[in-house]
């Protein structure tokens, strides 16, 4: 093999090995994304779950205390 085939086969292979590592490079920025993504749906729906929570327990404990009130002839 000449000196200059094996600096040929030597480009391409250094070549094949930049491209892999960008292919590879992509795929995990991809993975990260779509890891991210999933992670602020998650946040959020759990966010807007405690916070209708928050709701339904103050609007119970409004009402609850308003029936106390009523009872001890606070309210009418």
Same mark, same amino acid.
């Given at each position: 093999?000449? *000196?200059?085939?094996?600096?040929?086969?030597?480009?391409?292979?250094?070549? *094949?090995?930049?491209?892999?590592?960008?292919?590879?490079?992509?795929?995990?920025?991809?993975?990260?994304?779509?890891?991210?993504d999933a992670s602020q749906k998650a946040?959020?729906?759990?966010?807007?779950?405690?916070?209708?929570?928050?709701?339904k327990a103050t609007g119970q404990a409004?009402?609850?205390?308003?029936?106390?009130?009523?009872?001890?002839?606070?309210?009418?």
């Amino acid at each position: 093999m000449s *000196a200059k085939n094996f600096q040929g086969l030597k480009e391409q292979a250094e070549g *094949a090995a930049k491209d892999a590592a960008n292919t590879l490079g992509q795929a995990t920025q991809d993975a990260v994304n779509q890891i991210t993504d999933a992670s602020q749906k998650a946040i959020d729906k759990a966010s807007k779950t405690a916070q209708d929570g928050v709701e339904k327990a103050t609007g119970q404990a409004a009402e609850a205390l308003s029936g106390l009130g009523k009872k001890c002839g606070f309210k009418k």
